[in-house]
Nanobody, 122 residues
Framework: QVHLVESGGGLVQTGGSLRLSCAAS????????MAWHRQAPGKQRELVAI????????NYVDSVKGRFTISRDNAKNTVFLQMNSLKPEDTAVYYC???????????????WGQGTQVTVSS
Protein backbone atom coordinates (compact mmCIF):
# COMPACT_ATOMS: atom_id res chain seq x y z
CA GLN A 1 0.00 0.00 0.00
CA VAL A 2 1.32 3.41 -0.95
CA HIS A 3 0.50 6.48 1.08
CA LEU A 4 1.00 10.21 0.67
CA VAL A 5 1.61 12.10 3.90
CA GLU A 6 1.45 15.88 3.87
CA SER A 7 2.89 18.25 6.44
CA GLY A 8 3.71 21.91 6.88
CA GLY A 9 0.28 23.51 7.01
CA GLY A 10 -0.73 25.95 9.69
CA LEU A 11 -1.84 29.46 10.54
CA VAL A 12 0.08 32.41 9.13
CA GLN A 13 -0.54 36.13 8.71
CA THR A 14 -1.01 37.84 5.36
CA GLY A 15 2.33 38.17 3.63
CA GLY A 16 3.83 35.23 5.45
CA SER A 17 5.27 31.99 4.12
CA LEU A 18 4.73 28.27 4.54
CA ARG A 19 6.41 25.23 3.03
CA LEU A 20 4.31 22.14 2.46
CA SER A 21 5.82 18.69 2.07
CA CYS A 22 4.29 15.49 0.77
CA ALA A 23 6.13 12.19 1.03
CA ALA A 24 5.13 8.98 -0.71
CA SER A 25 5.85 5.75 1.12
CA UNK A 26 5.31 2.10 0.30
CA UNK A 27 6.13 -0.14 -2.62
CA UNK A 28 6.99 2.32 -5.38
CA UNK A 29 8.80 1.59 -8.62
CA UNK A 30 8.13 4.90 -10.33
CA UNK A 31 6.23 8.13 -9.67
CA UNK A 32 4.84 10.29 -12.44
CA UNK A 33 3.87 13.94 -12.23
CA MET A 34 3.17 15.30 -8.76
CA ALA A 35 0.71 18.04 -7.98
CA TRP A 36 -0.80 20.19 -5.27
CA HIS A 37 -4.51 20.96 -5.20
CA ARG A 38 -6.55 22.98 -2.75
CA GLN A 39 -10.13 23.24 -1.66
CA ALA A 40 -11.56 26.22 0.15
CA PRO A 41 -14.86 26.03 2.05
CA GLY A 42 -17.78 26.06 -0.34
CA LYS A 43 -15.57 25.90 -3.41
CA GLN A 44 -14.48 23.19 -5.81
CA ARG A 45 -11.05 21.64 -5.53
CA GLU A 46 -8.58 23.35 -7.85
CA LEU A 47 -5.18 22.42 -9.21
CA VAL A 48 -2.59 24.79 -7.77
CA ALA A 49 0.74 23.53 -9.13
CA ILE A 50 2.11 20.54 -11.00
CA UNK A 51 5.62 19.25 -11.71
CA UNK A 52 6.80 16.64 -14.19
CA UNK A 53 8.54 13.46 -13.07
CA UNK A 54 11.97 14.86 -13.95
CA UNK A 55 11.19 18.18 -12.31
CA UNK A 56 12.01 19.88 -15.57
CA UNK A 57 8.65 21.51 -16.08
CA UNK A 58 6.15 23.14 -13.75
CA ASN A 59 2.86 24.93 -14.11
CA TYR A 60 0.72 27.01 -11.77
CA VAL A 61 -2.76 28.39 -11.51
CA ASP A 62 -2.66 32.09 -12.35
CA SER A 63 -3.58 33.20 -8.82
CA VAL A 64 -0.35 31.80 -7.33
CA LYS A 65 2.16 32.50 -10.10
CA GLY A 66 5.17 34.36 -8.78
CA ARG A 67 4.32 33.47 -5.18
CA PHE A 68 4.33 29.65 -5.02
CA THR A 69 7.08 27.28 -6.12
CA ILE A 70 6.67 23.53 -6.56
CA SER A 71 9.70 21.24 -6.41
CA ARG A 72 10.45 17.57 -5.84
CA ASP A 73 13.11 15.26 -4.48
CA ASN A 74 12.86 12.02 -6.43
CA ALA A 75 15.33 10.24 -4.18
CA LYS A 76 12.88 10.74 -1.32
CA ASN A 77 9.64 10.53 -3.35
CA THR A 78 8.72 13.91 -1.95
CA VAL A 79 7.11 17.00 -3.41
CA PHE A 80 7.22 20.47 -1.87
CA LEU A 81 5.20 23.64 -2.20
CA GLN A 82 6.89 26.83 -1.08
CA MET A 83 4.22 29.46 -0.53
CA ASN A 84 5.28 33.08 -0.15
CA SER A 85 3.33 36.34 0.11
CA LEU A 86 0.31 34.43 1.33
CA LYS A 87 -3.13 36.01 1.08
CA PRO A 88 -6.38 35.25 2.93
CA GLU A 89 -7.77 33.82 -0.32
CA ASP A 90 -5.07 31.11 -0.16
CA THR A 91 -6.85 29.66 2.87
CA ALA A 92 -7.83 26.09 2.03
CA VAL A 93 -7.07 22.46 2.62
CA TYR A 94 -4.10 21.55 0.42
CA TYR A 95 -3.84 18.06 -1.04
CA CYS A 96 -0.98 16.42 -2.87
CA UNK A 97 -1.65 13.99 -5.66
CA UNK A 98 0.36 11.74 -7.89
CA UNK A 99 0.23 8.49 -9.78
CA UNK A 100 2.68 5.68 -9.31
CA UNK A 101 3.39 2.12 -10.32
CA UNK A 102 4.60 -0.56 -7.95
CA UNK A 103 6.52 -2.55 -10.58
CA UNK A 104 7.82 -1.96 -14.09
CA UNK A 105 4.86 -3.88 -15.53
CA UNK A 106 2.33 -2.51 -13.05
CA UNK A 107 -0.53 -0.18 -13.77
CA UNK A 108 -0.35 3.48 -12.90
CA UNK A 109 -2.44 4.21 -9.79
CA UNK A 110 -3.71 7.64 -8.78
CA UNK A 111 -3.40 8.53 -5.09
CA TRP A 112 -4.18 11.49 -2.85
CA GLY A 113 -2.92 12.69 0.49
CA GLN A 114 -5.19 13.35 3.44
CA GLY A 115 -4.83 17.11 3.18
CA THR A 116 -3.25 19.79 5.33
CA GLN A 117 -4.98 22.98 6.42
CA VAL A 118 -3.51 26.34 5.48
CA THR A 119 -5.10 29.39 7.09
CA VAL A 120 -4.02 32.92 6.25
CA SER A 121 -5.29 35.61 8.60
CA SER A 122 -5.85 39.17 7.47
Amino acid sequence: QVHLVESGGGLVQTGGSLRLSCAASGRIYDINTMAWHRQAPGKQRELVAIITNSGGATNYVDSVKGRFTISRDNAKNTVFLQMNSLKPEDTAVYYCNTNYRATFWGQWTDIWGQGTQVTVSS
